[in-house]
DNA sequence: TCCGAATCCTAGAACGTTCTAGTAGACGCC
DNA sequence: GGCGTCTACTAGAACGTTCTAGGATTCGGA
């Protein structure tokens, strides 16, 4: 009741365990007969080549180590993509969670005795430091996390841009008070905050320009909409999805009409956000495009090839919902159909 | 520039590379103070012991397998739990995932070659018969899917309790008038319908008994709302939280008010329904409680020991927001507050 | 006829562990 | 003083693969 090895089908085949070696990893060296037997016999014994042997041999694992938070619902869609670009490049995923009682730490430390070739991380939060000395052991790629060391690799979304999208879209619709609710301190919130500010200054609307402060979490939101009660604009953009939902609730709750009184334009296109009773405009991250360079990024530095920029930034788009549409009063622009 | 091995600390520290072997382990067989001498070696050369190399040799990898859906939200969920549960029964988890561009056989079969020494599959698609060739090869827990094999072992919730347990919830609010939308053919459906029919029966309103045809989707319960409108009820139970959302959509969208007229119970408890937008009473899992039997029926079966039942059935239990209250016109029952 | 090269194949070491079998020395006991 | 037993340790094989070096066999050409 043992698994099948190489010796098996060797002893099977009636060859010697090196050829079945050749064979199985289609290298040069078998000649087209033997290579057509044994492969014949390997699948007759369902032989199964053994990953860790191989890899103890052989140095090479060609395994990236993924470390995501399952809290994030947005890393999980980005898995799917790595799985694509990696499987492309050659290369299998080995995965690590976060989770609410597991660590940043422990989950590296699994991925580093796993023996992959290099790190991918998805907005990891320890600091640069820890990340620079992990960089120091084997390539390290961060997602969704800007790094300002040489040695750590960056893919990430364009943040300003897509404010400055959210924002575009806000003034095509004929809006002149948009109003921004920020993310503060967080991570992205900076770029997303000067991506509105530039936008509003590109369509000349400097002098309404109105930055809220609000955070991640569905309570931020709604604390940002108690401020815009006060003196409240036709539109708003807001810092994440979660924070949109909030400050969603609460206009609703006070018979605010979205998008007939007030549109909202969330960031990130968490997956509610496309339910039909949320049916958020948002700004969707390219993920194919992240994890795909992601991917080529750990690869380059495994493989030693020169070139590729060490930080690459990916361009988000705007998908539009029906929290979108002319501003009140606004004459021969219907809100867009949501179907 | 090559790891550190156990070759490294025997050197360094004077003695065998077994002997080291057998510190690292905690094995017997050391005297004290060399013990602590080779422990010191080690942490100061950094040695991490390798994973792969251990398992080679030894047979044994303390590895659990696991499959799960990147596109649903509540498998993430219940990775949490399962690697609680792994952490304090010894093992290490290795996990695979099902994307829309991966399929069940490629996840399982990465997981076979990683070597890992017993499945736990969430609720996996394959027929039964694909189930059972597995599990001649390894342990194999189902989780959220019941299987009638002797030798696949089953983790589920009790979904006839949790459709009772919503039923009781509303009957006990003062609702006569409840339906069900349920879930078709889709797995858990019967039993959801049947523990709605047998609570209606207890509470006897067999009289009123309704089921809507519905299904997964957020369409699918926006078309049942439709159908309701023919002859409201008070109250609807729905087959899943996302049915329940597009029920709501369609509700709010006609002024029904919720729960003043009608009060609505999903099932699930995703994360998406404690958003304060749609803040749906429903039924949750145990997940927690469902990891943990899960992990130890793997290890039941991994190392042989007797007893325990091949199916365990897990109570679920109602989580109470914003979207139940008392029927129209009951005296002296206000909604809950929604926190 | 003999040599070199190419082609197809094999033996055996190596990877970093664990496991089995055993050795050396101390100790107790009659 | 000889024997058994215990403790602390070690040598070397084994796990399933890949890699290096090399052995046959064939073939073409001088």
């Not at 990340?131 to 943040?159: F, K, S």
């Not at 940002?224 to 994440?240: E, H, I, K, Q, Y």
């Amino acid at each position: 009741m043992r698994r099948t090895t190489l010796a098996d089908v060797a002893d099977e085949a009636g060859v010697s365990v090196a050829l079945v070696s050749i064979v199985m990893r289609g290298a040069p060296g078998a000649g087209a007969a033997t290579r057509e037997r044994v492969l014949e016999v390997a699948r007759r014994l369902d032989y199964r080549p053994d990953t860790r042997a191989r890899l103890l041999r052989s140095g090479r694992s060609q395994l990236l180590g993924v470390m995501f938070d399952v809290r994030h619902p947005f890393h999980v869609d980005v898995l799917t993509g790595l799985y694509d670009a990696a499987g492309q490049a050659g290369y299998q995923l080995t995965l690590s969670a976060v989770t609410p009682r597991r660590d940043e730490q422990t989950a590296v430390t699994e991925l580093m005795q796993d023996r992959c070739e290099a790190l991918v991380l998805f907005s990891p939060r320890m600091p640069s430091a820890a990340l620079a000395a992990l960089a120091e052991q084997r390539p390290v790629v961060t997602m969704m996390r800007a790094v300002r060391r040489r040695d750590v690799d960056v893919v990430r979304t364009d943040d300003a841009l897509g404010s400055h999208q959210a924002v575009d879209h806000l003034a095509g619709l004929g809006h002149t008070r948009i109003a921004h609710v920020d993310g503060g301190a967080l991570p992205g919130a900076a770029e997303r905050r000067l991506g509105y500010q530039q936008a509003m200054a590109q369509h000349g609307l400097t002098s309404y320009e109105k930055i809220v402060s609000g955070g991640p979490g569905e309570e931020d939101g709604a604390r940002a909409a108690a401020v815009l009660f006060g003196d409240p604009p036709t539109a708003v953009t807001v810092f994440n999805d979660l924070s949109a939902t909030g400050l969603l609730d609460v206009l609703r709750r006070h018979r605010v009409d979205v998008p007939g009184d007030l549109s909202v334009v969330g960031y990130d296109d968490s997956s509610f956000s496309r339910l039909a009773h949320i049916d958020l405009t948002t700004v969707a991250q390219d993920i194919a495009a992240m994890a795909g360079h992601a991917v080529a990024r750990a690869v380059h530095r495994i493989e030693d090839t020169p070139g590729g920029d060490r930080e690459t930034i990916v361009a988000p788009h705007l998908v539009i919902r029906g929290t979108t549409a002319a501003p009140p009063g606004a004459p021969g622009s219907d809100p867009l159909p949501t179907g």
